[in-house]
């Protein structure tokens, strides 16, 4: 019998990202790298496949993360 609940989370039923999720759920410090490494690799990917568009799709993307940990910083916490 399995010790682990199941996934409860709908990203866990996407077919690839689902998978990562449930690694990072299980083992965080573990799979990160990994994490990180695929990420890389998608974005380099996409950057040959799209050109700079992919790029600046991207940092398009990040916008709000970088505008949140700037304010978080601000603030001091």
């Keep these: 019998m399995s010790t682990t ?3 409860t989370s709908a990203l866990f039923h996407i077919p690839v990202l689902g998978w990562i999720a ?3 759920a299980r083992d965080f410090h573990g799979n990160i790298w990994y994490a990180v490494t ?3 690799a998608a974005l380099v990917f996409a950057v040959k496949t799209w050109g700079l568009v992919a790029l600046g ?6 916008v709000p993360m970088i505008f949140a940990l700037l304010i978080a910083i601000t603030l001091g916490k």
């Design 5 to 7: 609940a199941p996934p």
């Design 38 to 40: 695929i990420a890389v």
């Design 22 to 24: 449930r690694d990072l």
């Design 57 to 62: 799709l991207t940092a398009l993307s990040l």
